[in-house]
């Protein structure tokens, strides 16, 4: 009977899971996918049981269609930073609040002027508290519910969650945990003092794993909820901006990854910790136990592609144009968009600019644009902010000569090349890359159970599949456009606070 890897990926819109041998071959993937609530500006939220619902779904599917396999380990994934509260009795007590909500503004100052400033926060975690940090949201839940909050006894994010009801065990890792905001990355602990300033109780939260360690086993319970055998090994997994760089092969010095998911992710794998010295790239511990993560992350990618296409369908085009559809379009405009440019900030935005009340925007519209123009300019508009997070992690020494693509949105050979226009670089897909983070999550259980003997190893495993050169007719134009897009949010970030004010409320 072959031996497999198990990868479950609870992410924003779906829960994937991903069947791996242990040769490193793909057998098996199915996505489940889910709703999210978004019942005020700036808020969003998910019920923790579709993140269940969908995983026993999609793990279901993969198993049966792989026939007798013996299933050795799993690894878990899932959005980082959500708050899933639970009471004494492991009882959700409020549905999740996820990474892009934007409401807890107010705390992370909190949070802040307490930890004594910008710099003694990041000399405490090696990071800023950015909203959308699960940090700020545990303030936010005992400021603005105090009710709830009193019941609250325990604090996971949405994969340990998933572990939860898998094995029993309340646990996490050390890149979940370093996006609660709460983590001494540097040290690979909890920031006891931190938690300590706050007044929040170190019981909220769970003990705390290397990624690839076994941080608990299939109970009998996960095992008849999820057709699964009792007594398999789950590892400590990763939270999924982190774990997708081990499956992109991402893991030494002059290599880059960009992840076009719902969120955008520019990311690098480091022997040592370099935190910026205003918190604006994020430091985490990488899933390998001796390296790090830095990372940029714009919070709207493939999910402005989708705002784009939910806009082309609303408005009576016909049909509703797939993202293959969009691309094709896409690709008959010229480099640049004719001058078109679009700010991607649907949701707030993280990095570069880490400011709740941003807006997207178009810029340089004429009578001459057409639907191809302006979704090219959607397309660009994502690498732009790439861009502009390469720019913060040249500033702390960290260089990159290829990007290697993953995500969604790399399945997209016009916006792979237009990511080797903008970087003036190779831009390159691995073997599995485009499974996203349950093919990361699949490849940390192989090295938790010993497949492989570590990440670097396991990486280096990955054969490149598209390799595409950047073209010098494209150089100039995307230059110039760049050095008008970074000059647009400081143009407008005071008009975009002013649209914010609740006379604009829905």
């Known amino acids: 009977m072959p031996a497999a890897l198990l990868g479950i990926d609870i992410g924003t819109s779906g829960c994937k899971a991903l069947l791996l041998s242990v040769e490193g071959n793909v057998l098996a993937t199915s996505t489940a996918t889910y709703g999210l609530s978004q019942p005020y500006v700036g808020w969003t939220e998910q019920d923790p049981v579709l993140w269940i619902e969908g995983a026993c779904k999609a793990v279901a599917k993969v198993m049966d269609g792989c026939g007798d396999v013996e299933l050795i380990c799993i690894g878990l994934s899932g959005q980082m930073h959500g708050l899933t509260p639970l009471d004494a009795d492991r ?17 992370v100052a909190e949070i802040t002027q307490k930890a004594g400033g910008l710099e003694a ?3 405490l975690t090696g990071n800023r508290m950015l909203v959308g940090y699960t940090g700020g949201k545990i303030v936010w839940m005992r400021n603005r519910e105090p009710e709830l909050f009193a019941r609250m006894r325990h604090m996971l994010n949405p994969k340990d969650y998933l572990r939860m009801v898998l094995t029993g065990e309340l646990a996490t890792e050390v890149s979940d945990a370093s996006g609660t905001g709460l983590f001494d990355v540097k040290n690979r602990i909890w920031a006891s003092g931190l938690i300590e300033t706050l007044g929040i109780d170190p019981r909220l939260l769970p003990a705390c794993y290397e990624s690839d360690e076994i941080s608990g086993r299939v109970s009998i319970e996960g095992a ?7 007594g398999v090994p789950v590892v400590g997994g990763g939270g999924d901006s982190v774990i997708q760089t081990i499956g992109s092969g991402v893991i030494g010095p002059g290599e880059l990854q960009t992840t076009i998911g719902t969120a955008g992710i520019l990311a690098a794998a480091l022997d040592a910790p370099a935190p910026s010295l205003d918190g604006r790239i ?70 570069p600019h880490p400011d709740p009340t941003a807006r997207g925007a178009f810029v340089g519209l004429t009578t001459r644009h057409d639907l191809a123009d302006v979704a090219r300019s959607v397309m ?15 500033l702390m020494g960290i260089e990159g000569t290829l990007i290697k693509a993953s995500g969604g949105g790399a399945k997209s050979a016009l916006w792979r090349q237009i990511q080797a226009d903008m970087f003036e670089c190779d831009v390159v897909t691995t073997e599995g890359a485009a499974e996203g983070a349950a093919f990361g999550a699949a490849l940390v259980a192989g090295v938790g159970i010993g497949v492989w003997e570590d990440a670097t190893q396991a990486a280096g495993t990955l054969k490149v599949l598209t390799r595409q050169a950047p073209s010098a007719a494209s150089r100039d134009v995307y230059r110039k456009a760049h050095s008008i897009y970074r000059n647009l949010y400081p143009a407008l970030s005071e008009s975009f606070s002013a649209l914010n004010d609740r006379v604009f409320a829905d």
């Open 380 to 394: 660009e508009g994502v690498v732009h902010a790439f861009h502009d997070m390469h720019a913060l992690l040249k």
């Open 121 to 123: 926060l990041i000399a």
């Open 282 to 351: 994020q430091m985490f511990c990488n899933v390998a136990p001796s390296k790090w993560h830095a990372m940029g992350v714009s919070l709207n990618a493939g999910g402005a592609m989708g705002w784009f296409r939910s806009i082309l369908a609303e408005a009576g085009h016909g049909k509703d144009l797939t993202f293959d559809e969009i691309c094709a379009a896409a690709e008959k405009s010229p480099p640049g968009a004719k001058g078109a440019l679009f700010l991607p900030y649907l949701n707030g935005e993280r990095c």
């Open 224 to 230: 008849a909820l999820f057709g699964l055998p009792a």
């Open 91 to 107: 009882k959700v007590l409020r549905p999740a609040i996820l990474w892009n909500d934007q409401r807890n503004a107010a705390e």
